[in-house]
């Protein structure tokens, strides 16, 4: 039996984390929400997550500076970016802090679920 995997949600957006939440869960992902960088980096250390998708503007909090915390901390969690402020600087920004993926929003459900299905590759 195959152990469910989970994905962390950062999005200060209540509706938008929500959504993705939902979305995730329908198509068999354990999902845990965080409304800030703060909770992220808070959250009870025995949780398992595998995958973080990440957004880059928290209301103040930047997902790329948590980004690179995370990496400067050795955690080698994947990462997949989303945003609504799409940049060419933003983007490069994002990808050289190590990202799986880059999405703008409004995010399609298809190519939200590819981005985690890149960032988790099938077990075994």
Known sequence: M???RTVAVVDDNSGVRQATQVLLDVHGFNTIGFSSAKDFLHRDASTRIDCVLLDIDLGGE???ALRRRLKAEG???PVIFMTGLDSDAVRQEAIDAGCVDFLKKPVE???LLAAVAKALPAPG
């Open 2 to 4: 195959s152990q469910q």
């Open 62 to 64: 930047c997902g790329i």
């Open 75 to 77: 955690c080698a969690l």
């Open 109 to 111: 459900p298809q190519q």
